[in-house]
């Protein structure tokens, strides 16, 4: 229903424009001149006031009516459905919706169970039809309102710029407190992770071993929770990525920037960045069943024990997928860097290699740290190729031929099934998620820092 709610405000706020415009036209006797914006900011005028109350209307009802309805169909039903426990009475509303939605519930229903679908059903129907009813009846009062203050003295482009400028710091501040929220939930689940387990055994521990027991005479859980390894093995793969994408992908950018002819660089861009396109699990298939393999015979072959997964074969593959995300944006900060620097010391007797070397690589070196920065980024959040070629295995080794993980893998591995978030084993996702964080903000402190300093140079 939602869907069919939000083409008719689209068909409505399109038939807005096309009114406030004619109207404004009317208005001012078929003379645009005498208006004081253009016809089509009062088009714009009516279509936002057409808009915005009903998408306002909408959210709202979407927000409020799941809960309104399980009050109406529980009050409906019987006391002894009405004082069933809380987890007890959930999976009777679950039950309850999938039935009403055509789907088939976790179990067979009873009979309380078939009469709140029904209610459900009912009810749905009724609160869909009083939805598109006051839809339409907020869209009609926006358009009576913006129709009624069209005249030749209306800012119309003053007032829609307002709109737009509020409907600006609306979406900057919904992104704030998102990014706030996230901090939040991340440091309030680590700081109950760390009443049940030491911060300095988290940070400093070298064991990593997070099965918890569940019962006393279990066997094989350690609950040992030393990050060191994990640590570890995330900056080894970064490191082994790094060193395969910063190389190649800027001096892949350096020739498409200055060396490469116009048919070379329109055919050879489009290819690199066909590399970011590629699926990371097909990238962990390729290096899963292609390049560990390799590793290991090379390996093998020069008296060396290569692990059947190691940090080598996920780094190389992880190398490759980045190489576009620093190819590309140093390619892009490059060919920003202004042709009057060049010319400059060309006329002082530079070479072109001389030139990049020391004029160009300088002027654009905070965008080509922003690119390196970026694909830190991405090298420290991939999992899948960590999972399909360095394994699940927490050793604390910088030996690249061995078995290693990932700060990412080993959330998603302990996060993994159904999971209650009250033993230590599950929150520690949440306490590497906060060490993560802090990482990435120290990163992007140290990129800041350089970015500053090099920039002044040219101010």
């Known amino acids: 229903m939602t869907t069919v709610v939000l083409i008719a405000i689209a068909a409505l706020a399109f038939l807005a424009y096309f009114f406030g415009r004619s109207q404004a036209m009317a208005v001012a006797g078929g003379d645009p001149r005498s208006l004081h914006s253009l016809p089509s900011y009062y088009g714009h005028f009516a279509m936002l006031w057409v808009m915005l109350p009903a998408l306002g209307l909408l959210v709202a009802w979407s927000a409020s009516i799941p809960s309104l309805l399980e009050w109406f169909v529980l009050s409906g039903l019987p006391e002894s459905v009405r004082g069933l426990p809380a987890d007890q009475l959930e ?50 009062s926006g358009f009576g309102y913006a129709r009624s203050r069209i005249a030749t003295s209306l800012r119309a482009r003053n007032r829609v710029e307002q709109i737009v400028m509020l409907l600006l710091i609306a979406c900057s501040t919904i992104a704030v407190l998102t990014t706030v929220g996230i901090v939040f939930s991340l440091v309030f689940e680590a700081l109950r992770f760390f009443s049940m387990i030491s911060p300095a055994e988290f940070l400093f521990g070298l064991e990593w071993s997070p099965q918890t027991a569940l019962r006393a005479d279990q066997v094989g859980s350690s609950g040992a929770f030393g990050a060191i390894p994990i640590f570890m093995g995330t900056a080894l793969i ?145 999992t899948m190729i960590v999972v399909m070629a360095a394994g699940l295995a927490a050793n604390l080794t910088a030996n690249p031929l061995e078995a290693v993980t990932t700060v990412t893998v080993q959330i998603v591995t302990l996060l993994v099934g159904d999971q209650e978030f009250d033993s230590a084993k599950t929150l520690a996702a949440f306490a590497l998620g906060l060490v993560l964080f802090f990482i990435t903000l120290v990163l992007n402190v140290i990129a800041l820092r350089v970015v500053r300093r090099y920039r002044e140079q040219y101010e």
Do not use: C
């Open 91 to 140: 999976r009777f509303l679950q039950d309850a919706r999938y039935l009403a939605s055509g789907n088939i519930p976790s179990r067979e229903p009873t009979r309380e169970v078939i009469a709140a679908a029904e209610r459900f059903g009912r009810l749905g129907e009724t609160a869909d039809l009083a939805l598109l009813a006051l839809v339409f009846a907020a869209a009609a």
């Open 238 to 382: 970064t490191a082994i990525a790094m060193s395969v994408a910063v190389p190649v992908g800027l001096m892949s950018a350096i020739y498409l920037a200055d060396y490469a002819s116009d048919r070379v660089r329109a055919v050879g861009k489009p290819m690199l960045e066909i590399l970011a396109g590629i699926p990371t699990v097909v990238y962990g298939f390729f290096a899963a069943l292609t390049v560990a393999p390799l590793i290991r015979g090379w390996g093998e072959s020069l008296g060396l024990d290569v692990a059947s997964e190691s940090a080598m074969a996920a780094g190389l593959i992880m190398g490759v997928m980045i190489i576009p995300f620093v190819s590309s944006l140093s390619d892009d900060v490059l060919s920003a860097v202004p042709y009057s620097l060049r010319e400059g010391s060309f006329g002082l007797g530079a070479t072109k290699s001389e030139t990049i070397r020391q004029v160009v690589l300088p002027a654009a070196l905070p965008g080509i740290v922003g690119a390196i920065l970026l694909a830190i980024s991405r090298a420290i959040g991939e």
